[in-house]
Nanobody, 117 residues
Framework: QVQLVESGGGLVQAGGSLRLSCAVSGSISSINVMGWYRQAPGKQRELVAT???????NYADSVKGRFTISRDNAKKMVSMQMNSLKPEDTAVYYC???????????WGKGTLVTVSS
């Protein structure tokens, strides 16, 4: 059974930094996309950043230049360094794993990031 467990959320002041990490357990295809989505109160879940198993990245325009995604394929982990945080970054952040060949998605339970002004 595949499980994703996030860590690293918390409360930070505007302009501060946080680092989120996600560990994947269970057997998975090595060809996949890992990334982060977020959902703010009253809003739909949105893509924040993704990274393929070959290193290609995709970022939401709102976080470009501030967030950096990375992954360790051997450890089945994905992380995201978030700098220059803004109050509008406040959301529950979800780790996502998508298996490329069949499109199956796995989700973590989410970690709350709160940015105070």
């Amino acid at each position: 059974q595949v499980q994703l467990v996030e860590s690293g959320g918390g409360l930070v002041q505007a302009g501060g930094s946080l680092r989120l990490s996600c560990a994947v357990s269970g057997s998975i295809s090595s060809i996949n996309v890992m990334g982060w989505y977020r959902q703010a109160p009253g809003k739909q879940r949105e893509l924040v950043a993704t990274m393929t198993s070959t290193g290609s990245t995709n970022y939401a325009d709102s976080v470009k230049g501030r967030f950096t995604i990375s992954r360790d394929n051997a450890k089945k982990m994905v992380s995201m360094q978030m700098n220059s945080l803004k109050p509008e970054d406040t959301a529950v952040y979800y780790c996502n794993l998508r298996i490329t060949f069949n499109g199956v998605n796995y989700w973590g339970k989410g970690t709350l990031v709160t940015v105070s002004s």
